[in-house]
């Protein structure tokens, strides 16, 4: 085993002591952190919802109820489809796209100027002015979106207080501010990947392609861009994950007659103490972000290696 | 060819946007800690007082808004996410370290299979961690009888400090592999040729060299595990954290409280990061007397307009400085004009609210109307909600009150 | 307090790779010894069998007649110098130093006093408290030197120790480490790839290509009489005369080649029969422009295409008529004014200052 496992014979190369020490470690959260309540998990999202002291008994059994009704809704509802759950997953993924789209617009010209224009010292009180909001507590960050965009919050206090308007935009209502929060919540994720990228770019290689006369935008799609390649897939991933998974922004902001799909995991999971369904609903947003991350890595030919630094 | 002036001022207005978009809602939260009012605001502006951080207030229907020193379940929220932190910090960075040294030795050919499993926890989404530790360790505490492990199975604190694990270890993972890609084999090599045994070189090459990583990956597990939300929110069942207190707060209405919350937060943030900057531009000094300069010179080449000014320029931190200066103190003279701080301020626009209060209550008497909706225009704050799992409703006004 | 060193048939493998092969070689015991050979040739796969981080595929290493086979690095008595040094860069000097006897749990004071004492040898007195970084590339070295030498290892085995000096410090290091290597008393042996460092320190060297040991000697024995033509040309320089053997009288054979015949010197090893395609060597300084009264065995026409002044030698890049290169030096003393490019020249040189071997590859192709 260990010549098929290792370089060199594991424990001779590493003593004893530690490499008990290592397989231990390894094994503990491998095994048992990661892959058996994951498998679990896949496990229980095939069973009928019980009662724990009726697992094991003649009620426990696999079944795939919990995913058709994902799709077609409860057995006595009377729409073909189970439209609201499906809605809520649409959306999420639709808007998580939008948003990381949107990430990657916003962050680009800025990645680029401090990686490439700013003069250094200004460029090191930029990062570090990035990464302070970056250490607040997402919670926090959306509760103070929150005070902005409540209906008597600070904008539309101040919108009617100057006489702009006579009655305050429901920004929370119409999910503007979950919107807003979204792109807030994640987007040094996308700075991070996109600065680091951008930075190691030799510089003579733009001015080279300006020397032959290439136009600024041409030279962004041409050189820059396809050297930050790697930053640009590991920016993307992070952030589309992160913001289908996100649950703290949306419990802040989201208007209350509409969901995120975590949120809807949350409800069959705590609500109404359905832990096979709300498993089964886990698995779902499981395979979207593998199925996510495969086509980023298809796609744009990046291994796994490069989206995660 | 020479960037236009119009695409730089564009850009400098872009910049300036979008700094202004990762702060402002930072900047006016602060603000909103110092305003008496029950509800966060700016405007009206009520009076100036500190009374969010001490002990908050009773409102005008009796209410009791808890401010952060009398918040007694922020407090316990506070003691078990510390208590969270610190036990993930003790698994994830030793498992971290591990599992990035063993990358170093398996064969080259798992070496990508090896690597893809020890990220994958960061790229699931956190709910499914806390989901399925919840539902494992349910389990095990089902299988378990009454004994030890149905009382640890069911631990909220236990089972937090095992769902942040499993994700957290990743980054101190990834934190060991970038310094472990800059060691120098040999000197393994060269401790073992003088006589030392693989222990020692472990003990005596291995975790010194790694000691500045060992650092950097404790206060990262901690700070992540301190602010995690997602994950949390289901593995800690019945017991609370920072977060999960803060979530339940902001979902029963908002309450200054919490923007005073965040800001001592931010300062402690701010303090923390200069502090890092100072730190490490002391080491980079150090480092940079001891090494050739031209290596600074050519991270200089690498930018586009080479002939920058070095340094901070002093002229623009004095106009910074005096641009706030003036606005403070603008602000400070309109609060002391218009009487807006101290106890007597406080004292009246209570007084007016409860008056304003009564009379509302005796014209709603007299209209008979419902209690639902009387308290629809409670303004949030530390309400007895319990147990946020055992409470349905909660979810009806998810997001929120408006 | 030396060792003798001997490694048995050691063959080393990388998969089906041969880095090291079929290697037969006996240090004696207080012998400065080198490993020469080009860039990738397995010297430092041979090293690291002798040091025990490399176990042989085939083969023994002893150690004072001891096999060594399964003994881990930590537990022989050699002690190595590494390519880079792989100096502590978080210890002291004097840390670094101690640091086999901080392993072996010896006391502080005692470490001290060791340390102080080769701080000594190396002529880094009070110097102990420095960080490895604060060294010049020479002190490195002499601290990798006193560290390896701290435990009083029987052996020291040294990996291309001064490639990274420049040529001053380099050709003063050879010097010091010579000075070291005598007061010690111990086994060097020594690797390099650069034949001036291991002929000029070396009591014996040995010259390795492809994992393979070509020869095994003297230093003048290696350079005075390559047994092939790699050892030929690659342990100082060597004009190559290609023919083929058309006669043979005692060690001498005459070879024919595309400018003429020559008599050349064979080793006693390598005899040759008449007919075999053959080489033979003829150095720059054995070639000579005969003055009156010179009679040499050989003679030979050439053409000057250049020359390049060297200090003390002037040398000539002449080719002959089938087109062969040559190149011949000459002691700046004597005055070759009149020798510009294009003049056609003849050249002598004597049969006992030229080698002939059966052909086989060079070192320069
Ligand atoms: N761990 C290894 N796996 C596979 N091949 C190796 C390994 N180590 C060395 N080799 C190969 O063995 C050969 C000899 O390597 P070695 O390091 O001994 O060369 P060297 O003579 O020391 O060269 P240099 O003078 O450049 O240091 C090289 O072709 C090298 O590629
Ligand atoms: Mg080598």
């Keep these: 085993m260990n010549n098929f496992l290792f370089t060199q014979p594991f424990f001779k190369k590493n003593g004893k002591a530690v490499a008990i020490y290592f397989l231990v470690a390894i094994i503990f959260w491998f095994v048992f952190l990661v892959i058996i309540p994951q498998f679990y998990m896949l496990d229980l999202s095939f069973r009928t919802n019980v009662p724990p002291l009726a697992r094991g008994g003649p009620e426990d059994y696999y079944t795939f109820e919990h995913y058709s009704h994902f799709i077609f809704g409860s057995k006595t509802a009377t729409d073909a489809f189970n439209f609201v759950d499906l809605g809520v997953f649409g959306r999420t993924i639709f808007v998580s796209m939008l948003v990381t789209i949107a990430n990657l617009l916003f962050c680009y010209p800025i990645a680029f100027y401090i990686a490439k224009i700013a003069n250094p010292s200004t460029a090191r009180l930029l990062i570090v002015s990035l990464i302070i909001p970056f250490w607040i507590n997402e919670l926090l960050r959306s509760f103070a979106l929150r005070i902005l965009f409540a209906n008597e919050g600070v904008i539309n206090n101040f919108l009617t207080g100057v006489g702009l308007l006579d009655q305050g935009i429901l920004f929370i209502t119409y999910d503007i501010g979950l919107y807003t929060g979204l792109i807030y919540a994640y987007i040094l994720l996308m700075m991070f990947p996109l600065y680091n990228a951008i930075e190691s770019l030799d510089i003579n290689q733009i001015e080279a392609a300006k020397d032959l006369g290439s136009s600024s935008f041409r030279t962004h799609w041409r050189i820059v861009i396809p050297h930050a390649k790697p930053g640009i897939v590991s920016g993307c991933t992070m952030v589309f994950m992160l913001t289908v998974g996100a649950l703290a922004t949306p419990v802040v902001l989201s208007s209350p007659n509409t969901l995120w799909f975590p949120q809807l995991i949350y409800q069959w999971f705590n609500m109404n103490d359905n832990w096979s369904r709300g498993s089964a609903y886990s698995i779902i947003l499981l395979i979207v972000s593998v199925i996510f991350v495969l086509t980023m890595m298809r796609i744009f030919k990046v291994r796994i290696g490069e989206i995660i630094k | ?402 | 307090m030396s060792a003798d060193v001997e490694l048995s048939d050691v063959s080393v493998t990388f998969g089906s790779f041969y880095a090291a092969k079929n290697v037969n070689v006996k240090v004696n015991g207080g012998e400065f010894f080198s490993f020469l050979g080009p860039s990738g040739c397995g010297k430092t796969t041979l090293l690291r069998a002798i040091s025990g981080f490399q176990e042989p595929s085939e083969g023994k290493v002893l150690i004072d007649n001891k096999d060594m086979s399964g003994i881990g690095p930590n537990k022989r008595p050699t002690a190595l110098i590494f390519q880079n040094l792989a100096l502590f860069p978080l210890m002291s000097v004097s840390e670094n130093i101690a640091f086999s006897l901080e392993v072996r749990g010896v006391s502080k004071e005692e470490r001290k006093k060791r340390a102080d004492e080769l701080l000594e040898l190396i002529a880094l007195e009070g110097q102990g408290d420095k960080k490895v970084h604060q060294l010049s590339g020479g002190q490195k070295q002499r601290v990798a030197i006193a560290r390896a030498l701290a435990v009083e290892p029987k052996v020291l085995l040294l990996d291309e120790p001064l490639s990274a000096l420049d040529l001053k410090l380099r050709q003063r290091m050879r010097t010091e480490l010579r000075e070291i290597q005598k007061r010690v008393n111990i086994t060097f042996i020594y690797i390099t790839h650069d034949q001036g460092e291991a002929l000029t320190m070396s009591d014996r060297i040995a010259v390795m290509n492809e994992g393979e040991l070509e020869q095994i000697g003297k230093c003048d024995e290696v350079y005075n009489n390559p047994l092939t033509p790699f050892v030929a040309t690659f342990v100082g320089e060597n004009n190559p005369l290609y023919g083929k053997v058309t006669g043979i009288e005692g060690d001498k054979a005459k070879i024919e080649t595309a400018d003429g015949q020559y008599l050349a010197t064979m080793n006693e090893s390598k005899k040759l029969n008449i007919g075999d395609e053959s080489i033979a060597f003829v150095r720059p300084e054995s070639l000579f422009i005969p003055r009156d009264g010179d009679n040499f065995d050989n003679k030979i026409d050439v053409n000057i295409e250049s020359f390049e002044f060297e200090g003390n030698l002037k040398n000539f890049y002449a080719s002959l008529k089938s087109g062969a290169k040559i190149k011949f030096s000459v002691p700046n003393a004597i005055d070759t004014s009149s020798i510009t490019s294009g003049s056609s020249i003849v050249l002598g040189f004597e049969s006992s200052k030229s080698v002939i071997l059966p052909k086989a590859s060079l070192a320069i192709d």
């Design chain 2, 1 to 402: 060819m020479r960037p236009s002036y119009f695409i730089n001022f564009m850009m400098g207005i872009y910049i300036f946007i979008f700094f202004a978009y990762l702060f402002g809602p930072l900047i006016i939260m602060s603000i909103t800690a110092f305003n008496s009012a029950e509800f966060p605001s700016i405007t009206p502006w009520e009076c100036f007082s500190f009374r969010w951080f001490n002990e908050g207030k009773i409102a005008y229907d009796g209410q009791h808004l808890a401010g952060l020193l009398s918040d007694w379940r922020l407090h316990d929220g506070i003691i078990s996410s510390l208590i969270i932190g610190a036990g993930v910090v003790t698994l994830s960075v030793p498992i971290g370290m591990a599992a990035a040294i063993v990358l170093t030795q398996v064969r080259s050919q798992l070496r990508d299979i090896y690597y893809s499993i020890s990220i994958m926890p960061v790229l699931f989404p956190g709910v499914i961690i806390g989901i399925s530790t919840v539902v494992l360790w349910d389990r095990i505490a089902g299988l378990g009888g009454e004994g030890f492990i149905a009382d640890i199975g069911r631990n909220g604190i236990f089972l937090t400090i095992l769902a942040q694990t499993c994700f957290i270890s990743t980054y101190c993972f990834l934190i060991f592999v970038a310094r472990l890609q800059r060691f120098d084999q040999t000197q393994e090599e060269a401790a073992l040729d003088l006589g030392a045994s693989q222990t020692q070189v472990f003990f005596k090459i291995l975790v010194p060299y790694l000691s500045p990583a060992i650092a950097s990956a404790a206060v990262i597990a901690f700070l992540f595990s301190f602010e995690n939300y997602n994950t949390t929110v289901f593995s800690i069942l019945s017991d609370q954290t920072l977060t999960t207190v803060i979530a339940s707060k902001v979902r029963l209405g908002i309450s200054p409280a919490l923007s005073a919350l965040a800001l001592t937060i931010i300062a402690l943030t701010i303090i923390a990061a200069v502090t890092y900057e100072v730190l490490r531009r002391r080491a980079e000094k150090r480092y940079a007397e001891s090494q050739e300069k031209f290596v600074k010179e050519k991270a200089a080449d690498n930018r586009i307009n080479k002939k920058y000014k070095a340094g901070f320029k002093i002229p623009k931190g004095i106009a910074a400085i005096l641009l706030i200066v003036v606005f403070a103190t603008y602000g400070a003279t309109q609060v002391v004009k218009n009487d807006l701080y101290g106890q007597s301020c406080i004292d009246a626009a209570d007084k007016e609210k409860k008056s304003k209060f009564l009379e509302q209550l005796q014209t709603l008497e007299s209209n008979e109307l419902t209690d639902e909706e009387l308290s629809g225009g409670s303004l949030g704050g530390n309400q007895d909600y319990g147990d946020i799992f055992g409470d349905p409703s909660l979810f009806q006004d998810f997001g929120g009150f408006d």
